[in-house]
């Protein structure tokens, strides 16, 4: 597996299993306010858990692409996700990166 796809499935599950969670918690937050009761947990009825785990499984897959876009653009030449080799290795930091022209340039370094 390439490290893109690696780094996408990462993303995606590390998200999934957040969001989820995150959205259980709202859940019970809202059923424990409108019953007028002191929050407790409770999982949802099948059919309501089956809609939120897919928003939040859409919703999950969509930051992971969007994640690799922005590595695209900060990182251009490097493999994704790669998070390997130092400040001379860096992409983002090599002269020819139009945000680090930019800082350059800014501050006349």
Known sequence: MDKKTRNMLIITVAGFFIGTAEALI???LGESKQAGKK???KI???K???QTATIVMITSVLTAA???GIE???EPDNQVG???GGY???RFLRENNILYQVIREGFNI
Do not use: H
């Open 48 to 50: 309501e858990l089956l």
């Open 82 to 84: 790669s998070f390997s």
């Open 72 to 74: 695209k653009v900060i």
């Open 66 to 68: 969007f994640t690799g």
């Open 88 to 90: 001379n290795n860096n």
């Open 44 to 46: 949802p009825p099948k």
């Open 39 to 41: 929050f407790s947990y």
């Open 26 to 28: 709202y859940y019970n």
